[in-house]
């Protein structure tokens, strides 16, 4: 009796886990989808006016933040996230954001200043996925 316990629920575990697995795998696959159609409309080298009149005319709600590589030192124009999902979060954050992040090289670089304008002539340089823990210790 006890090992048919024991073994019920190894296979609730297991099922559990291969749910949540399959799910998962389901929700990237979406992501992709999703990051695909941006990609497919919108090409590197698009100026901003461009790649903002197609959201807007998508009824898109965008963030803008900067920036999504870290590294980017000296840059004066914002990145546009556009939510398509959350996964869980760790414990230590509230929220686990999925976005497709739309990278713009600026038209003009300041020689000074750190202040951060868009201007509708900035390029689009990249189309990507961004997992963003949000809200977090």
């Not at 590197?44 to 965008?62: K, Q």
């Not at 999902?85 to 990278?103: K, M, R």
Request: aromatic share 10%; proline share 4%; glycine share 6%.
């Amino acid at each position: 009796m006890v090992f048919a316990l024991v073994a019920l629920f190894v296979v609730g575990i297991g099922a559990r886990f291969a749910l949540k697995e399959r799910a998962v795998q389901k929700r990237e696959a979406g992501y992709e989808s999703a990051l695909g159609e941006y990609q497919r409309a919108l090409k590197p080298g698009m100026t901003r006016e461009e790649v903002e009149d197609y959201l807007a005319a998508r009824n898109s709600s965008v963030l803008h933040i900067c920036c999504v590589e870290p590294r980017e030192i000296g840059r004066h124009s914002w990145d546009d996230l556009i939510k398509i999902g959350h996964e869980d979060p760790p414990w230590f954050c509230g929220e686990n954001n999925v976005y497709v992040a739309l990278q713009f090289a600026d038209h003009i670089h300041p020689q000074s200043g750190f202040e951060i304008n868009d201007d509708d002539l900035d390029t689009l340089k990249a189309i990507t996925l961004l997992y963003q823990p949000e809200d977090c210790l």
